[in-house]
């Protein structure tokens, strides 16, 4: 489905004024961007990240956890509890595991593996669960020298430049201390930066050399939100930081063939629907079906990125950020020949229109075939459970029906909470083994779910999953309550 391509009406003020001015760079130096040319095998055109089974993977889940930045030990603030409980309640299937690189190499040249055994247990926790665990190497702000978190200290080039502490935190990314991080990594200044470069991508080697074998883990992000320091835009994108993934990938592969690869846009502009510089990628595995390389963009509207809520005249301004971030999304995913899962979206709950806005995104992932990691399962004001684990008003709304794992190409899928009814509709293709799974929540379907379709169904009340068996040819199924 196209959408007219949206412009977004800018707010004002301070940061707004920053914002708009990068933003207008930007808007003149990407300019409208073709579709690429790769064959669509899905009526939702793009391609499907399977299981094991073959089955098209609807990753649903949250990102864990924000407080692995600030943690020495470099551990979310979950237990194994906490992970049950989120499957309980919410049905996720998929986690964003975040990673620093401080612990993954704390020296030059030394990778911390009791750090990754650390990591690896928790990957089992959710594996447990039947969660699909998306290793997320994560920065914000390049790290803790410079005020942010990821990169290790003897990493951080400054050059004597500082970081001071700003409100909003993003608007650190311009603090020269680290701008002039970003600038020594990326080779834009005092040295080609390829040493460390070469160290970064020597670590997503490791993570993956670890990982390798590990049936929980999908894939790696190979960078989260990526900022080009004084290189910004397609010069940015289509430069360093192709040429860094390729890296990253031809050196993944070296020892994982078959883990997937998950590709971030720079964040400023991609996230508010704006067009990406970022090429397509070689797999080394192969072109077309053979390859493993994922999109994984961030969705944060501009008037929300600032604040703001989903009512009134910004709501109007965000529809039109979606619209073109959509439109966007699925041109670059085209390109790259790269399924979609939206690495990150999420706000406050607490603002004015935030579970009409939570509910808007998710119909829209359900209507572009793509997964989406919600940011974040930390406890407080944006998840969906509070500082004493008490649910927030966000977890009803992403408690939500929605196959799990489709046994062919999904066509549609889609719930209709007004009639109480879930459709799904798929191609059943050759070689797929196991049974398209839905998941039916308890506040929707108490006593579980009447599929009508023909398909032959099993009901398993203790994870609310129905399976739904069927061979080859195209299947439509309505599931409504049982009475
Ligand atoms: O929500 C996070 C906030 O508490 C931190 O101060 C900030 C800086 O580390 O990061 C926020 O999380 C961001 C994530 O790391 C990257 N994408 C946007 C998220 C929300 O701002």
């Given at each position: 489905m196209k959408s007219p391509a949206a412009r977004p009406t800018w707010v004002t003020g301070a940061v707004g004024a920053v914002v708009l001015a990068v933003a207008a760079a930007l808007l003149v130096a990407v300019g409208p961007r073709g579709a690429g040319a790769a064959p669509a095998d899905t009526a939702s055109g793009h391609r499907w990240i399977t299981d094991r089974q073959g089955r098209a993977l609807v990753l649903r889940g949250l990102s864990t956890?924000?407080?692995?930045?600030?943690?020495p030990d470099g551990m979310?603030?979950?237990?194994e509890k906490d992970v049950a409980r989120e499957r309980r309640e919410l049905?996720?299937?998929f986690v964003r595991f975040l990673l620093q690189w401080r612990k993954v190499?704390?020296?030059?040249?030394?990778?911390?593996r009791t750090y990754l055994r650390q990591v690896a247990e928790r990957v089992r926790w959710y594996g447990k669960r039947g969660h699909h665990v998306l290793l997320d190497m994560h920065q914000d702000l390049y790290g803790p020298r410079v005020g942010?978190?990821?990169?290790?200290a003897w990493a951080?080039?400054?050059?004597g430049l500082t970081s001071a502490p700003t409100d909003?935190?993003?608007?650190?990314?311009?603090e020269p201390g680290t701008v002039r991080a970003f600038d020594r990594f990326w080779g834009?200044?005092?040295?080609?930066?390829r040493d460390l470069r070469k160290h970064y991508v020597g670590a997503l080697r490791e993570v993956a050399r670890h990982f390798a074998?590990?049936?929980?883990v999908i894939g790696?992000?190979?960078?989260?939100?990526?900022?080009?320091?004084s290189v910004q835009g397609p010069a940015f994108e289509s430069g360093p930081l192709a040429r860094l993934y390729q890296d990253a990938i031809d050196a993944i592969r070296t020892v994982d063939r078959d883990h997937w690869l998950f590709v971030e846009p720079s964040a400023i502009g991609s996230n508010w629907g704006f067009a990406t510089g970022l090429p397509r990628l070689d797999d080394p595995r192969g072109d077309g079906d053979a390859a493993r390389i994922a999109y994984a963009p961030h969705l944060y509207p501009l008037p929300m990125d600032l604040g703001?809520?989903?009512?009134?005249?910004t709501k109007a301004q965000v529809d039109r950020s979606l619209r073109a971030w959509r439109d966007q999304t699925e041109k670059t995913a085209r390109r790259l020949g790269a399924p979609v899962v939206i690495g990150e979206f999420g706000l406050d709950?607490?603002?004015?229109g935030a579970m009409e806005y939570v509910e808007k995104v998710q119909r829209m992932a359900d209507d572009m075939g793509a997964g989406f990691a919600y940011?974040?399962?930390?406890?407080?004001?944006?998840?969906?459970?509070?500082a004493k684990l008490r649910p927030t008003r966000l977890l009803p709304v992403l408690d939500r029906p929605a196959?799990?794992?489709?046994?062919?190409?999904?066509?549609a899928y889609r719930w209709d909470a007004k009639r109480k009814a879930l459709t799904v509709s798929w191609r059943g293709t050759e070689g797929v083994r196991g049974g398209t799974e839905v998941r039916l929540p308890a506040r929707h379907f108490p006593r579980g779910g009447r599929a009508q379709g023909g398909e032959a169904a099993s009901w398993d009340p203790k994870s609310r999953i129905l399976t739904l068996t069927s061979g080859p040819g195209t299947h439509s199924v309505r599931i409504t309550p049982h009475a």
């Amino acid at each position: 489905m196209k959408s007219p391509a949206a412009r977004p009406t800018w707010v004002t003020g301070a940061v707004g004024a920053v914002v708009l001015a990068v933003a207008a760079a930007l808007l003149v130096a990407v300019g409208p961007r073709g579709a690429g040319a790769a064959p669509a095998d899905t009526a939702s055109g793009h391609r499907w990240i399977t299981d094991r089974q073959g089955r098209a993977l609807v990753l649903r889940g949250l990102s864990t956890a924000s407080s692995t930045k600030g943690a020495p030990d470099g551990m979310p603030w979950i237990e194994e509890k906490d992970v049950a409980r989120e499957r309980r309640e919410l049905g996720t299937n998929f986690v964003r595991f975040l990673l620093q690189w401080r612990k993954v190499e704390p020296s030059p040249g030394t990778y911390d593996r009791t750090y990754l055994r650390q990591v690896a247990e928790r990957v089992r926790w959710y594996g447990k669960r039947g969660h699909h665990v998306l290793l997320d190497m994560h920065q914000d702000l390049y790290g803790p020298r410079v005020g942010g978190n990821g990169a290790p200290a003897w990493a951080t080039g400054t050059d004597g430049l500082t970081s001071a502490p700003t409100d909003p935190w993003e608007l650190g990314y311009v603090e020269p201390g680290t701008v002039r991080a970003f600038d020594r990594f990326w080779g834009t200044v005092e040295g080609d930066g390829r040493d460390l470069r070469k160290h970064y991508v020597g670590a997503l080697r490791e993570v993956a050399r670890h990982f390798a074998a590990d049936d929980a883990v999908i894939g790696y992000d190979l960078m989260n939100e990526p900022w080009g320091g004084s290189v910004q835009g397609p010069a940015f994108e289509s430069g360093p930081l192709a040429r860094l993934y390729q890296d990253a990938i031809d050196a993944i592969r070296t020892v994982d063939r078959d883990h997937w690869l998950f590709v971030e846009p720079s964040a400023i502009g991609s996230n508010w629907g704006f067009a990406t510089g970022l090429p397509r990628l070689d797999d080394p595995r192969g072109d077309g079906d053979a390859a493993r390389i994922a999109y994984a963009p961030h969705l944060y509207p501009l008037p929300m990125d600032l604040g703001g809520g989903y009512t009134g005249s910004t709501k109007a301004q965000v529809d039109r950020s979606l619209r073109a971030w959509r439109d966007q999304t699925e041109k670059t995913a085209r390109r790259l020949g790269a399924p979609v899962v939206i690495g990150e979206f999420g706000l406050d709950v607490g603002l004015p229109g935030a579970m009409e806005y939570v509910e808007k995104v998710q119909r829209m992932a359900d209507d572009m075939g793509a997964g989406f990691a919600y940011w974040s399962n930390d406890p407080g004001t944006w998840a969906p459970w509070d500082a004493k684990l008490r649910p927030t008003r966000l977890l009803p709304v992403l408690d939500r029906p929605a196959p799990l794992a489709v046994a062919g190409d999904p066509v549609a899928y889609r719930w209709d909470a007004k009639r109480k009814a879930l459709t799904v509709s798929w191609r059943g293709t050759e070689g797929v083994r196991g049974g398209t799974e839905v998941r039916l929540p308890a506040r929707h379907f108490p006593r579980g779910g009447r599929a009508q379709g023909g398909e032959a169904a099993s009901w398993d009340p203790k994870s609310r999953i129905l399976t739904l068996t069927s061979g080859p040819g195209t299947h439509s199924v309505r599931i409504t309550p049982h009475a």
